[in-house]
């Protein structure tokens, strides 16, 4: 395959809400996002990955679409989107926008027309979404028709009075799922696609992307997600949109699923797939769930950090997509706690477990996709109320903790812990009010530790957060690290995470301590000519037997 530039490239993933505001509205917005492509391109950026930008009654900030040509007032005009465009290309920067395929929000035209017989657009557009008949208990009461559960807690099915129908959501109620099955609804995804693509964007990610069949048996379960994730038929519906609109306008693609096989992976991300051409997987992530706990099951409980889950999650995929398809490197998204706080120390040990996190995931190959913030070691919320949250998951899941028996101290210390909005506080750019994100209150209350954890502190402090991800980014450059192979070290070690990265003309390796607590490793590696090039406490030279400080990384260079 000829290469391409998403193989070279450092993705940034901007979640636009929060990056900069503007206008003082409290939102961030895309002039904001203009006016730091200057620091991103600076940072060593070259795509930005922007959260969703459409119309929106923001239920589920964005990925709740009401107009999918439209863009959403809280983030500029039409206009701002083709300056920003421009704008990042002149810097060399491309742009990757969101594309929501499974669900639209209940205020799109679609929906409205949908659900109301009506409507003049009724006949046409019911289809668009699922619908299921009630079910009747013996005593006459009105049932869903299966008892899944949504992805944010809830039941999957709302009761729509004017059909007498259920529809399903496998998000917010706020969040109807379209009918794949549907062969005009499909049409009307693809032209909108193909729109954007007109507005010279060059890739996607595609929004759960894994969801799109759903089984329409419509059998019992609980909470069933079997039935509506990683159906086969979702493979055909992706490859067809490949076919159609990403691969002749040469845009780039990048979806989202959980598990996969090698076979799945291939037919997701290999080289001569039409589904996508990178896959965002989610095997290392929530490396440390306890699934003892039943207050607070799921993704909320956490426990010990299983290392060698995270290690084994990314050795599983460079080997299935070895030499057949290229790799994503990431730590978190939008949709997982600051990755300090989940995997790190944000208390004692803040800046060297952020560091260790950096050298642990930026030297491995692949193309990396840095979220915003963690360059500068964000880490989660501190909020006091409840209503500093604005996730609309934070308060089905408040709910549900309190009706498993869990106190309201519990539940508060679990969303600070394991919710989403944590990764979603305003971008902190330096010690000015609100952090230098906007002049008024901002939509989620901004971190309280901004004054110490800000970009303009960290700036040319060569021992901070913010310079090590900068060398980080050149230095993948320069090696050419994306291009490397990976092979782990001891990769059952319960603590250590160590690994060599072979280049064409070095070997990188990479030493890190997960633990609060020293260790000491054997590493039965022949010190051929290690040079130590990264560190977070001071300079070692490398022997066998290794004893590391809390969180102690180190990074060592051997030229061919
Ligand atoms: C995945 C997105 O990353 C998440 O933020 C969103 O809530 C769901 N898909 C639904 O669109």
């Known amino acids: 395959m000829k290469r391409q530039w998403w193989q070279d490239a450092i993705i ?24 730091k492509l200057d620091y991103l391109s600076d940072l060593g950026i070259t795509a930005l990955w922007v959260s969703p930008h459409y119309e929106s009654p923001m239920d589920d900030n964005g990925y709740d679409i009401s107009d999918f040509f439209k863009v959403s007032e809280d983030y500029g005009t039409l206009k701002d989107v083709k300056e920003f465009i421009n704008e990042a290309h002149k810097k060399n920067i491309k742009v990757i926008f969101d594309l929501v395929l499974n669900h639209t929000s209940d205020e799109h035209e679609w929906f409205k027309a949908a659900k109301d017989p009506v409507h003049v657009d009724h006949h046409k557009y019911h289809d668009y979404y699922i619908w299921q008949k009630p079910k009747y208990d013996e005593a006459g009461n009105r049932q869903m028709p299966t008892q899944w559960l949504s992805w944010f807690g809830g039941p999957v099915w709302e009761y729509n009075d004017l059909t007498d129908e259920y529809y399903l959501h496998i998000f917010s109620k706020k969040m109807p799922d379209l009918n794949w099955r549907n062969n005009d609804m499909k049409r009307d995804l693809k032209d909108i696609a193909k729109w954007w693509i007109n507005q010279g964007v060059d890739g996607f990610r595609v929004d759960a992307s894994n969801h ?14 079997e039935h509506f994730s990683g159906l086969p038929m979702h493979h055909k519906y992706l490859e067809d949109f490949g076919i159609e609109v990403f691969k002749p306008n040469n845009v780039m693609s990048m ?12 037919k997701y991300c290999g080289f001569d797939s039409n589904e996508f051409d990178m896959l965002i997987h989610f095997g290392h992530c929530w490396a440390d769930l306890d699934f003892s706990n039943q207050v ?13 889950h995270i290690k084994s ?8 997509l070895n030499g057949n398809g290229w790799n994503l490197i990431y730590w978190h998204n939008h949709d997982q706690p600051r990755v300090i706080s989940h995997y790190g120390n944000d208390t004692s040990y803040r800046v060297q477990s952020g560091k260790m996190l950096a050298y642990s995931l930026y030297l491995m190959p692949g193309t990396p996709i840095i979220y915003q913030g963690e360059e500068i070691g964000m880490v989660n919320v501190d909020y006091e109320k409840l209503t500093d949250f604005r996730d609309v998951e934070v308060y089905t899941e408040y709910k549900n903790f309190i009706q498993a028996g869990a106190t309201h101290e519990l539940a508060m210390n679990t969303l600070r812990n394991r919710s989403r909005d944590n990764a979603r506080t305003p971008f902190q750019w330096d010690e000015s009010s609100y952090a230098g994100f906007s002049k008024v209150t901002p939509w989620i209350k901004v971190n309280d530790n901004y004054k110490s954890v800000n970009l303009n502190s960290q700036m040319n402090d060569r021992n901070s957060i913010f310079e090590t991800y900068k060398e980080l980014i050149k230095m993948r450059k320069a ?3 994306n291009d490397g192979i990976i092979e782990f070290i001891d990769i059952e070690n319960e603590d250590a995470f160590i690994y060599i990265n072979e280049t064409s003309n070095a070997k990188f390796l990479v030493i890190s301590n997960f633990r609060e607590k020293e260790i000491t490793v054997d590493l039965n590696i022949v010190n051929s000519g290690y040079r130590n090039i990264l560190y977070n406490y001071s ?9 590391l400080q809390p969180y102690e990384a180190l990074v060592y260079k051997m030229t061919k």
């Open 12 to 35: 940034y993933q901007i979640y636009l809400r929060s990056f900069k505001d503007s206008n003082n509205d409290g939102i961030g917005d895309f002039k904001g996002l203009i006016s």
């Open 212 to 225: 799109l069949e759903k089984n329409w048996d419509f059998p019992e379960g609980h909470p069933g997600y």
């Open 255 to 266: 979806g989202e699923a959980g598990n996969a096989t090698k076979e799945e992976a291939l």
């Open 296 to 308: 607070t099951p799921g993704k909320w409980s956490s426990g010990k950090v299983n290392v060698r």
């Open 313 to 320: 999650s990314y050795d599983k995929w460079f080997k299935m």
């Open 479 to 481: 090696e050419q690290l």
């Open 539 to 547: 300079e070692r030279e490398l022997v066998n037997v290794m004893k």
